[in-house]
C-alpha cells in the first residue's frame, strides 16, 4: 500500500518496508553521536552497505568530533542501491521539554539540505528517533511530514521525499497524519 502528496513539484510518499532496499539518491540514516554504528536502522544500513560506510564515518569523526543532534553528515551508500547515506541524529524523548520538537525538526531539515546542495533528486526517511530514542510516534510523524512539506513548498529541487516505514502500525500512523495534513477541497 501507498500513498502520496504531490507539493510544488515534490512527491511526499508513504511506503511501508527496509530503508536499506530503497533505490533513492540518499536513504537518511537515524545514527548515534558516535556515528560508530548501533541498533536499529542504524545496525542495518551498516549491515547492507558495508565496511566503507563506517570507514567515511569514521574520518567525518575525526574532523569534526561527535555530531550534535539535529545536524546531518553524508556519506557513500557503499554497497546499497542508494548512492549515498544522510547521517542524522534525532533527539532522545525525555518528556518533550528539552527542544526535542525543534531539535527533529532540524535533524529532517538539515538532510533535505544536505541532500539539496549535493543535487540529489530522491531521499528516504526511516521514522526517526521513534525506536529506541522514545519519541511519540503521532508526534514524530507530525513533524517529518509536517517539515518535508514546508520544505517542499520552499524548495521544489527534490523530486521525491520517500517516508519508509518499518512496520504496518508506523504505516498507519503516518498515512492518518498524512490525511490530517492535507487540505481539504472547498464546499
Ligand atoms: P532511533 O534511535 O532514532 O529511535 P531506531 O533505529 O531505534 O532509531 O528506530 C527508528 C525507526 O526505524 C523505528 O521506527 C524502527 O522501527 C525503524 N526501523 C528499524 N529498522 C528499519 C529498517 N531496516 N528500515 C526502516 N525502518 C527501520
Same mark, same amino acid.
Given at each position: 500500500m501507498n500513498m502520496a502528496l504531490v507539493i510544488n513539484k515534490t512527491r511526499l510518499v508513504l511506503i511501508q518496508g527496509d530503508i536499506t532496499q530503497q533505490a533513492t539518491d540518499a536513504i537518511v540514516n537515524a545514527a548515534n *553521536? %558516535? #556515528?560508530m554504528g548501533g541498533g536499529g536502522v542504524d545496525g542495518a544500513i551498516h549491515r547492507a552497505g558495508g565496511p566503507v560506510i563506517m570507514e567515511e564515518c569514521r574520518r567525518i569523526r575525526e574532523k569534526i568530533g561527535r555530531l550534535p543532534a539535529g545536524r546531518a553528515v553524508i556519506t557513500t551508500g557503499g !554497497? #546499497?542501491? @542508494?548512492k549515498y547515506v544522510i547521517h542524522t541524529v534525532g533527539p532522545v524523548w525525555h %518528556? /518533550? !521539554? *528539552?527542544d526535542e520538537a525543534e531539535t527533529l525538526v532540524s535533524a529532517y531539515r538539515e538532510s533535505l539540505k544536505l541532500a539539496v546542495e549535493k543535487g540529489l533528486k530522491s531521499i528516504s526517511f526511516p @521514522?526517526? *528517533?521513534? /525506536? @529506541? &530514542? %522514545? &519519541?511519540p510516534l503521532e508526534r514524530a510523524a507530525r513533524i517529518a511530514l509536517a517539515t518535508a512539506m514546508d520544505f517542499a513548498r520552499g524548495d521544489d529541487s527534490l523530486q521525491e521525499i520517500r517516508f519508509v516505514l518499518y512496520d504496518s502500525y508506523s504505516y498507519q500512523v503516518y498515512a492518518d497524519t498524512m490525511r490530517e495534513l492535507t487540505p481539504k477541497p472547498e464546499g
Open positions: *553521536s %558516535g #556515528l !554497497r #546499497l542501491k @542508494a %518528556g /518533550g !521539554r *528539552s @521514522a526517526i *528517533s521513534t /525506536g @529506541a &530514542y %522514545g &519519541y
